[in-house]
């Protein structure tokens, strides 16, 4: 499934279950298909299966794998507005460690985090010039206060809302907002 979601400068889109509509054994049997890539798409596919399986736990010695990479380029394609990660530290992959275990290892959420940090029009420095960056994000105490929606915009939909809400309370007559 594709979704698709407009910001203030540009449109995500994102593919749901991506593997899924790329399996080849979908297309055997309609004609379409490249039987030449199978091999390789077998091996993709068993990759994305070693880093999957077993909820990120390495099999030789049960310790969580981090995918540092990952988190970086996720952050990196979904943050365009924050500066780009580069490099990794030794502190930067302790801090992801840790960025990743509390998003409960789960790239989806992870998405979501980062889509959210980019819908922010203060932490992205569309309000007024700001500094943040990946270190800040994902620092402990910021990243709770991104979770609960304490950097959301807080446009004019909510006093909008609530007066259209008493107004129908009062029984009054509804207006359309939009025209105008």
């Known amino acids: 499934m594709i979704q698709t979601a407009k910001t203030t400068h540009h449109i995500l889109i994102e593919i749901s279950n991506y593997a899924v509509y790329q399996d080849p054994k979908l297309y055997e049997h309609s004609g379409e298909g490249d039987g030449g890539n199978l091999a390789a798409t077998e091996r993709r596919q068993r990759r994305h299966d ?7 736990k390495n099999e030789k010695n049960g310790k969580i794998t981090v995918p540092y990479g990952t988190v970086v380029e996720t952050f990196n394609l979904y943050c365009p507005s924050l ?3 580069v490099d990794l530290s030794a502190q930067r992959k302790t801090a992801i460690k840790g960025f990743w275990g509390w998003i409960g290892r789960d790239e989806v959420a992870m998405c979501a985090f980062f889509r959210r940090v980019e ?9 007024k010039p700001v500094n943040f960056g990946f270190d800040w994000v994902i620092k402990p105490a910021n990243r709770i206060k991104v979770a609960e929606g304490n950097y959301d915009n807080k446009g004019f939909g ?23």
Request: no cysteine; hydrophobic share 35%.
């Open 158 to 180: 909510l006093p909008v809302s609530r007066a259209i809400a008493s107004l129908m309370r009062e029984g009054g007559e509804t207006i359309d907002i939009r025209s105008g």
């Open 83 to 85: 500066p780009r990660v």
């Open 50 to 56: 070693n880093i999957n399986k077993n909820g990120g």
């Open 119 to 127: 819908a922010s029009d203060f932490l992205t420095g569309r309000i």
